[in-house]
């Protein structure tokens, strides 16, 4: 051939032939298969024998008999202790609890902590500040009545949330303490229950009586505690909300409320272990139980509720951490802390004291003088604090903000940066949203009830604006920013 080109013709006969592809794939394709096979029959076999080891291994933990003590079901006898009772109590908080959850979150939306960082105790709260809106000014009121309800019915509720913890305790301790994935689920969203609730109201109890032992901010951890907690009482009250029903239906509570101690008898045995297996003789009827529940709310009720209603019913309020009784004369109102307690000095608001007002253009100086020379207005307004007390309406007496803003030169301010003469620390400075600024109430207050502010209330100059958080109502006031 003169090309080096594939000769023509039948293919030599002699000699080995190169197998073709399929023709030893095949083998190997079958031999692959049948280890897998046995691997896994292996693997199958031993999840199976697994299965059977885990299966002994529960029969036998569960056949161990259970700890000493409140793992026992003996340990627990008494004969008014059982679904219905718990429900009794559990409808009180299933009522009460949505309520503290949603003033909570309107109290911290009253700080207008998407208006500005200084505001935002809670800055890493995401997606669980969806609800946050421009807090508004009127009612008036708004805030002393949710702060007030807040905290007073969250006393009002511990000798309730004792109570429920009482009358579950013994599904605390049941054994065992996992028995399935879905038990163990249960199990988790009740401790996740019984926790937050009780770190709820220690934490929100601690805040009222000013006792800061927490590891961090209040507001963070009091936030993020009730988003926790909320949760699971949701998962809970939808597990447990049909058993709740058909318990209180199994009884009725004229019934109860007319059984004599005599007639005392333990409910039938349920599934949830509450009823005591060998219960002891009552001592106290499901009557007395509930009475005795009622009249500790009942009493905080009275020793704590005054402090936000005010009138005579603050010389009940045993329990407000704040003086009850500061004394006579026009700025004879509760305050938060004192001057002293917080480092303003009568020095820092002396003569040298002074005014700067910024905006557009060069800030105006003002002393105290040429700000009691300018028109004044007046407003009749309370203070409420988050810790729940709140005073009656004050007249306060001063320059409107909105008329600051117009001397600023930006008379449609969106926001006003607050800045206190007081030394850093929280809440010195403030911002407030432009419907603040404009309400015709809302004062840089230089008097009150027809005297000058006394250096605990904020002299020569504080903050006063409607349905607004007390810890905003700035108080040595000596900067004003007016913002677009």
Not at 213 to 219: A, D, Q
Not at 312 to 327: E, F, I
């Amino acid at each position: 051939m003169a090309g080096g080109g594939r000769p023509s013709g039948p293919a030599p006969t002699g000699g080995s032939r190169r197998p073709r592809p399929d023709e030893t794939s095949a083998p190997k394709r079958m031999k692959r298969l049948q280890r897998l096979r046995r691997v896994r029959g292996t693997l199958a076999a031993a999840a199976v024998a697994g299965r059977a080891r885990t299966r002994a291994t529960a029969q036998r933990v569960g056949q161990l008999p259970p700890p000493p003590g409140p793992f026992r079901p003996g340990f627990w006898r008494s004969p008014i202790r059982g679904p219905w009772l718990t429900s009794a109590f559990g409808l009180v908080l299933l009522i009460g609890i949505p309520v503290l959850f949603i003033t909570g979150l309107l109290s911290y939306a009253a700080y207008n902590p998407d208006l500005s960082p200084l505001n935002d105790e809670t800055p890493d709260k995401g997606v669980l500040g969806f609800y946050l809106f421009a807090w508004p000014t009127h009612p008036y009121w708004l805030y002393r009545l949710l702060q007030g309800v807040h905290v007073t019915l969250g006393v009002v509720l511990v000798p309730v949330l004792l109570a429920k913890l009482w009358s579950v305790i013994p599904k605390l301790f049941a054994w065992l303490p996992v028995r399935s994935v879905a038990h163990g689920l249960e199990r988790l969203s009740l401790l996740m229950l019984v926790g937050g609730v009780i770190f709820e109201f220690v934490t929100g109890i601690l805040n009222i009586q000013l006792y800061y032992v927490f590891p961090g901010s209040f507001y963070r951890l009091h936030f993020y505690g009730a988003w926790v907690f909320i949760a699971a009482f949701a998962v809970h009250v939808c597990l447990k909300l049909g058993r709740m029903t058909r318990a209180l239906r199994s009884r009725s509570l004229r019934t109860e409320l007319r059984t004599g101690l005599a007639h005392t008898v333990p409910e039938p045995p349920d599934p949830d272990g509450l009823v005591a297996t060998a219960p002891a003789p009552p001592t106290m009827t499901r009557r007395g139980a509930l009475g005795m529940v009622g009249a500790g709310s009942l009493l905080l009720l009275v020793v704590t509720a005054g402090q936000s209603i005010g009138g005579w019913l603050r010389g009940t309020a045993l329990l407000a951490p704040h003086d009850r009784d500061p004394g006579s004369g026009p700025n004879s109102f509760q305050i938060n802390k004192t001057a002293a307690k917080v480092g303003v000095t009568p020095a820092l608001v002396g003569p040298t004291w002074r005014l700067e007002v910024h905006g557009r253009g060069a800030p105006q100086i003002l002393t105290r003088d040429q700000l009691l020379s300018m028109p004044q207005h007046a407003a009749a307004l309370p203070i409420a604090c988050v810790e729940g007390w709140s005073t009656e309406d004050q007249h306060w007496s001063g320059l409107r903000l909105a008329d600051l803003a117009a001397l600023a030169g930006m008379p449609d301010a969106a926001s006003v940066l607050v800045q206190s003469i007081q030394p850093p620390g929280p809440f010195t400075r403030v911002v407030l949203r432009g419907n603040q600024i404009h309400d015709p109430r809302a004062l840089l207050a230089l008097r009150v009830n027809g005297a000058d502010l006394s250096l605990d209330h904020g002299y020569p100059a504080r903050i006063i604006v409607p349905a607004n958080p007390g810890v905003n109502n700035t108080k040595w006031v000596h900067r004003l920013t007016f913002r677009a």
